[in-house]
């Protein structure tokens, strides 16, 4: 019996969450740092930080072993809170109330680690390929008065390329892993000074265990091809 693998071949598009307001909780932060995107055709360098949410009236079962667990919906801004930026708009939707200029200087992300708030999710098309639609957050809101939210599902997630963490890192999916790696924090992180700091000497000793492991393995010596 022969496994064939072809080129051809069309991505199913995958079940979307119905457009509509739904309680959330927020229970990621991740900062990326300044990676490179392309926007109309152009490159541009942003220093994105990506919130997650769950949504806890709307379950899925995922994977067999762990029942139904609810959806989760991402977005990624810009770092930024000067005056007409859209992560300050977002969070003073959220909050109810405008980030004062003082707030503004130096706000604590992370604070926003399980908290709820009500999400209005939209289908948007790609602009690519119409025919491929996407959940987009429109709006976040503060939670209806006398509404409660659902516990926390997921594990709270807080992550900076600032402050590298290998443990969390490796627990992150592995296009957010990529785009952090591909970051100009983390390419400066692993260029050595003349006295490494203690947080490169484990990121390169790690970076060389990987190597090694790669040079022993002869797994793939006898492959027929």
């Not at 709820?116 to 119409?130: D, G, T, V, Y």
């Not at 990121?203 to 990987?210: K, V």
């Not at 090694?212 to 010596?221: G, Q, R, Y």
């Given at each position: 019996?022969a ?6 071949g069309?991505a199913?598009q995958?079940?979307l969450?119905p ?9 990621s932060?991740v900062h990326l740092?300044h990676?490179?995107?392309?926007y109309m055709?152009e ?6 930080v990506r919130f997650?949410w ?5 379950l ?14 991402s ?6 809170l000067?005056?007409?930026s859209?992560?300050r ?6 909050r109810g ?17 399980g ?16 025919e491929k639609?996407y959940?987009r957050?429109a709006?976040?809101?503060?939670m209806?008065?006398?509404m409660?939210c659902p ?12 402050e590298?963490d290998r443990?969390k ?20 992180m692993?260029?050595?000074p ?8 484990e ?8 190597a ?10 006898d492959?027929p091809?």
């Open positions: 019996m496994i064939i693998a072809k080129a051809t069309e199913t995958r079940e969450i457009a509509g307001t739904y309680v959330a909780r927020c229970y932060v740092g990676v490179t995107q392309k055709g490159e541009k360098v942003v220093d994105l997650t769950e949504l806890p009236t709307e899925r079962c995922f994977n067999q072993d762990k029942g139904m667990q609810p959806c989760a919906i977005k990624e801004m810009t770092l930024s000067n005056e007409k859209n992560l708009a977002m969070l003073n939707a959220w109330k405008a980030l004062t200029d003082k707030e503004a200087e130096s706000f604590d992300l992370a604070k926003l680690i908290q709820p708030c009500m999400i209005n999710l939209i289908h948007q098309p790609s602009k690519a390929n119409p639609v959940e957050i709006a976040v809101m503060p209806m008065k006398g409660v516990p926390q599902h997921n594990p709270s997630m807080e992550f900076s390329v600032l590298f443990t890192f490796e627990s992150l999916p592995t296009f957010l892993q990529e785009m952090i790696t591909g970051s100009t924090e983390y390419q400066a692993m260029k050595a003349a006295q490494p700091t203690n947080l490169q000497k990121e390169m000793l790690h970076q060389q265990e990987l090694a492991k790669l040079a022993s393995d002869d797994s793939f010596d492959l091809f």
